[in-house]
């Protein structure tokens, strides 16, 4: 099979990348000029330089392929690159749709985020793939309005006839490169005494298990639908205390309630007006702060037999990773 992959270079995407050619498919990938090229290192595979905005680099990476994987998008936490952020995530996906349709694509996989779900009102309640989305433009939550604006138009094309699935994502930990994507938790519990915490709870899933479940959704994904691939619903206190006992720490566990982060974003968001930065919290940061961002994915355990390891074999491999990296300095 000929396969492209949009954001490549990125964390999923260069993990699909060598799933994908470890299964024996031939892998193009469309890739910025701009972006880092590490995690793409001696992999055979065919690098097109273009964006997923610009509609003729997107023609020529995806004419002559089978399938499309798209995971390309802008994550950041935002409103200052809320435009930005809407080309790449909505008109960029539009960008990948017509040229699926135009060369004949046999299957798109589009990547989304369980943040196109919506946010749960109630953590004894996670969100499924029925979840009426809640989220409106008046809140500052623009990424997930990007990712469902994205999703609606992968579903427009499918009733135009394009063979499209949807996965989406929760949490993703794992090794990337050097680094463990996840481990900013697990360092600050070892860095402290004194462990701030957000008072809200996220899902986690590791990034293998994430790739499991968009190789399922190509054998048994069925067009027009959308599979959750998410695993343990965590509060993130009990993340923080977790991975200090697993370190064998003990600290001190510190919440930081809702008028805590809405005046930390109020002032912080003010000063990036000045220095053009992100702030370390933001507007979307204090809104998703403590909230419950629980989800189901019993469809896709039924559907794809996706099967989520536990949060503790995750930790177990996010500390091992940790504690090789530091004895490796000395």
Known sequence: MKALVTGAT????????RRLLRDGHEVTVLRRATSSNDALDKLNLTQIIGDVTDLDAVNRAIAGNDMVFHTAAHLAYWGQQKETQNKVNIAGTQNVVTACRQFGVKKLIHVSSVAAIGIPNNPANPANENFPFNLTADMPVNYHLSKKLAEDVVLKAVNQGLHAVIVNPSSIWGKHGRHYRGAEIVEKVRQSQIVPYFTGGICIVHVDDVIEGIMAATKRGISGQRY??????????????RAAKKQHLERRFVPLPNFVTGAAALALESLSLISRRRPKITYTTHYCAGRFHYYDSSKAKNELAYSPRSFEKILDECVSFIEKRESMKN
């Open 228 to 241: 959750i691939l998410g695993g343990a619903n965590l509060t993130l206190k009990s993340i923080a205390q």
């Open 10 to 17: 990125g964390f999923l995407g260069s993990h699909l990348c």
